[in-house]
């Protein structure tokens, strides 16, 4: 099973930026996506998760209302549209699967699979 993410750069506050997570080697469709972030010196977080047949998406409090978490079943793929971005988003973005029914889709311990990761940085 592979988690390949993509699309992170550099973008300046206020802008927007997506990133992709590509998955491969199994059926997902019994898997849930989730998007996590972590900044230099700080801990992992949660910033939002998608069923990967749709529905149930949550996000994190820090990220409602700008940022839009969706995806391709067609192409595999997870989405993440980033709007309205902040210095305080700059960190890396990792995407996760795990197995409905499993742990608290905020938990990273609940993640079965983790993609390698792609950096945005918001210059301020």
């Known amino acids: 099973v592979q988690l390949q993410a993509s699309g992170g750069g550099v973008v300046q506050t206020g802008g927007s930026l997506r990133i992709s997570c590509a998955a491969s080697?199994?059926?997902?469709?019994?898997?849930?996506t989730g998007w996590f972030r972590q900044a230099p010196g700080k801990e992992r977080e949660f910033v939002a998760s998608?069923?990967?047949?749709?529905?149930?998406?949550l996000y994190a409090a820090s990220v409602k209302g700008r940022f839009t978490v969706s995806r391709d079943n067609s192409k595999n793929t997870v989405y993440l549209q980033m709007n309205d971005l902040k210095p305080e988003d700059t960190a890396r973005y990792y995407c996760?699967?795990?197995?409905?029914?499993?742990?608290?889709?905020?938990?990273?311990?609940?993640?079965?699979?983790w993609g390698q990761g792609t950096l945005v940085t918001v210059s301020s």
């Open positions: 998608i069923r990967w047949m749709g529905g149930n998406i």
């Open positions: 996760a699967a795990r197995s409905l029914g499993g742990g608290p889709a905020g938990a990273p311990g609940s993640y079965d699979y």
């Open positions: 080697g199994r059926t997902f469709s019994s898997y849930s």
